[in-house]
């Protein structure tokens, strides 16, 4: 019996994908666990296994497409046995309808929300005043192009209108929208010559993401001037000693460690705000910002306070060569308890880092430089470091900010207890 292969989930918020380039053909024998495309999901680029054995009989959705919804049938495999040229392609594009709720707006490893009530099984236009089921993406195209979802006719499972609906839509007697944040290329382009590139998956998730965050967040940012000195010192005295083992400590590194125990000892900044609840974590799960091609992706060091800094730096060199390679593996870059970003390395003394929802705080780093500083009550020369933090002040008062931001600071300039 020939097998359905469906366009997978390959993360708990993907909707859909690119599917960017198969590597297997019609014909191709293949096994469990064989590479058979790759998918670029709304992070990253990432590797298609097969779960069952055959021979590829059809290909039903060319390599380059884009927004594929996920369950639906993008190529046919026959069972052994079974003669390829004769198998007829798997029907249907979508997944079958499911009793699942309807999907609600994605928060990347935010707690599961109520269910909603279950869609009607009928692909017609909502009728006037009842639930319309529409995917995030097409509510937001509709309400850019100012049309109205309850004349659209929803070609997704149970008559849920997805975005190749709305694309085409003309406006209707929709409400006039919200200008977009920005007009398109070609209404502002003054007559300067220009290219037009394509956003990526990741881009566009990378730019909703961030406008939601400020929009939602209620943001507060709290400053403090750091001395290096000494852990600049211990850094090297520890690279010194680890030279052997070919483990080489960055201050990222330490820096890490540093939020960790920080967040740690002031468990009220370890912290989401989810509604009316608030999620209070017993472990520090920091994100690391790390910048790739074509956007940036937050790759983990779980429990970063209770590990060895060399442990730290050795997972972190790990994590940012597959993040840039597009290997980690979904559960490498999604959740945390809080986030880190440093562009000390390029120069910038001071930024105020935009929340990583579904977390409440981002911790941004600036260079070490060296700047006048009063020492034990004189003026000297030091190596300093301003570092702010970004609090969502809906799930972390002022004061328990600035203690943490108290306590980070004590750990740097006193790194022996980074050790402890």
Not at 137 to 146: D, F, H, S, V, Y
Request: charged share 20%.
């Amino acid at each position: 019996m020939p097998i359905a292969i469906k366009m997978p989930a390959l993360s708990p918020t993907m909707e859909e994908g690119t599917l960017s380039k198969w590597l297997v053909k019609v014909g191709d024998q293949v096994s469990a666990g064989d590479i058979m495309a790759e998918i670029e999901t709304d992070k990253a680029t990432m590797e298609f296994e097969a779960v069952d054995e055959g021979v590829i009989a059809h290909i039903q959705v060319e390599e380059g497409t884009e927004g594929v919804q996920v369950g639906t049938v993008i190529a046919t495999l026959a069972e052994e046995g079974e003669d390829a040229a004769s198998v007829a392609p798997a029907g249907g594009g979508a997944a079958a309808p499911s009793p699942a709720p309807a999907p609600v707006e994605e928060k990347a490893a935010a707690p599961a929300p109520a269910p909603s009530p279950t869609p009607a099984p009928a692909p017609a236009p909502a009728a006037s005043g009842s639930r319309i089921v529409a995917s995030p993406l097409a509510k937001r195209i509709a309400e850019q192009k100012g049309i109205d979802l309850s004349t659209v006719k929803g070609s997704g499972p149970n008559g849920r209108i997805v975005k190749a609906d709305v694309e085409g839509a003309k406006p209707g007697a929709a409400a006039p929208a919200a200008a977009p944040i920005a007009a398109p290329a070609e209404a502002q382009d003054f007559g300067i010559p220009h290219e037009v590139e394509k956003l990526s998956g990741m881009r566009k998730t990378i730019a909703r993401r961030l406008t939601e965050s400020k929009q939602q967040i209620p943001h507060i940012y709290l400053t403090v001037d750091i001395q290096l000195d000494k852990l600049l010192k211990l850094r090297s005295e520890i690279n010194a000693s680890l030279e052997s083992q070919g483990v080489k400590l960055s201050v990222n590194d330490l820096l890490i460690k540093a939020l960790a125990k920080a967040l740690v000892a002031v468990p009220v900044c370890n912290v989401q705000f989810a509604g009316d609840t608030l999620l209070k974590f017993s472990r520090a799960d920091i994100s690391v910002a790390v910048s790739i091609d074509g956007g940036l992706i937050t790759p983990i060091i779980k429990d970063a306070g209770n590990k060895t800094v060399s442990a730290i730096s050795t997972e972190m060199k790990d994590l940012a060569g597959r993040a840039r390679e597009g290997k980690l593996a979904p559960e490498e870059y999604q959740g945390g308890t809080a986030s880190l970003s440093n562009m000390g390395m390029f120069g910038i003394k001071q930024f105020e880092a935009v929340i990583n929802p579904p977390q409440a705080m981002i911790m941004a780093i600036g260079a070490g430089e060296k700047r006048p500083y009063v020492v034990d009550d004189s003026l000297q020369i030091a190596t300093v470091m301003s570092a702010t933090g970004s609090f969502d002040h809906r799930a972390i008062d002022g004061a328990d900010g600035a203690q943490l931001m108290k306590v980070f600071k004590e750990l740097i300039e006193n790194p022996l207890g980074l050790l402890a």
